[in-house]
Nanobody, 126 residues
Framework: QVQLVESGGGLVQAGGSLRLSCAAS????????MGWFRQASGKERECVAA????????YYADSVKGRFTISRDNAKNTVYLRMNSLKPEDTAVYYC???????????????????WGQGTRVTVSS
């Protein structure tokens, strides 16, 4: 069982930056690939970034490439999402998720993930 707690959301102006954190419980964090998803009002949940267990492989949605950076610190059981050059269309609730998989694979669909955090809201004003 893994519990995930996100933090770092808030209100920011367009062009600004935020860093989201997701702290995981348990001693097997390094056995999990991690993903950041977002869900805007009236839209489906989408994967914006994912990272494999070691941090050596990452995935980014086209809409955030070059602006968002996912990273992890296995010693701290934490995954991060650095978001730069934020746009109003980035407004959403952001969730982190964990999938028990090792190797190079980075899951990018919601159904692949086993555990979810409660979400943190990001609002980007124009």
């Amino acid at each position: 069982q893994v519990q995930l707690v996100e933090s770092g959301g808030g209100l920011v102006q367009a062009g600004g930056s935020l860093r989201l954190s997701c702290a995981a419980s348990g001693r097997t964090f390094s056995s999990y690939a991690m993903g950041w998803f977002r869900q805007a009002s009236g839209k489906e949940r989408e994967c914006v970034a994912a990272i494999n267990w070691s941090g050596g492989n990452t995935y980014y949605a086209d809409s955030v490439k070059g602006r968002f950076t996912i990273s992890r610190d296995n010693a701290k059981n934490t995954v991060y999402l650095r978001m730069n050059s934020l746009k109003p269309e980035d407004t959403a609730v952001y969730y982190c998720a964990a999938d028990r998989v090792i190797g190079w694979y980075t899951p990018t669909t919601a159904h692949e993930y086993d555990y979810w955090g409660q979400g943190t809201r990001v609002t980007v004003s124009s």
